[in-house]
């Protein structure tokens, strides 16, 4: 049994879903991991990690829409606007999706369906450097 850890960092640009499926997949490759579970962990609390459809962009475009429209921008709806319009907003939507996901590897192969990717999804403005935790419990 092994258990290997990896600090994984995004740099951001606005409201979007990053996709870093291939960078997880090479990870598992130079580490020649056969058997396990790998959980991702993002350390924040104004973005979020999604398995999500990786073909059509506009599950992305309806996503984010679909999100705003949930939690909208508006100052006036909250308490907690500290940091400007899509704070309280941001926490709201990472409150509803995923800050872990865990997976399967089997065989050296993460175990995702034919149009899935594994998504940072981004609620803030601004530009962020996100961390996201790669921790692998198996076999190599």
């Known amino acids: 049994m092994i258990q290997k850890f990896n600090n ?3 740099s951001t640009n606005g409201q979007k879903l990053y996709e870093f499926t291939d ?4 990870w ?3 580490n020649k991991f056969k058997n396990g579970i790998l959980n991702l962990s993002i350390q924040h609390t104004s973005a979020s990690l999604i398995i999500q459809e990786n073909a059509d962009p506009d599950v992305q475009t309806d996503l984010i829409n ?6 909208p921008m508006d100052n ?4 907690h606007t500290t940091e ?6 941001a926490h709201i939507k990472s409150s509803l999706t995923n800050n872990q996901i865990s997976l399967s590897v089997e065989n050296g192969k993460l175990l995702l369906g034919t149009w ?4 940072l999804f981004e609620h803030r403005l601004n530009p962020q450097t996100r961390t996201i935790i ?3 419990l198996g076999e190599d």
């Open 76 to 79: 006036k709806l909250y308490i």
């Open 134 to 136: 790669h921790h692998f």
């Open 116 to 119: 899935q990717g594994i998504y």
């Open 28 to 30: 598992i490759k130079k």
């Open 66 to 71: 679909y999100f705003n429209k949930l939690a």
């Open 84 to 89: 400007g319009k899509d704070d309280m907003p």
């Open 8 to 10: 994984f960092k995004i």
């Open 23 to 26: 960078q997880t997949i090479d």
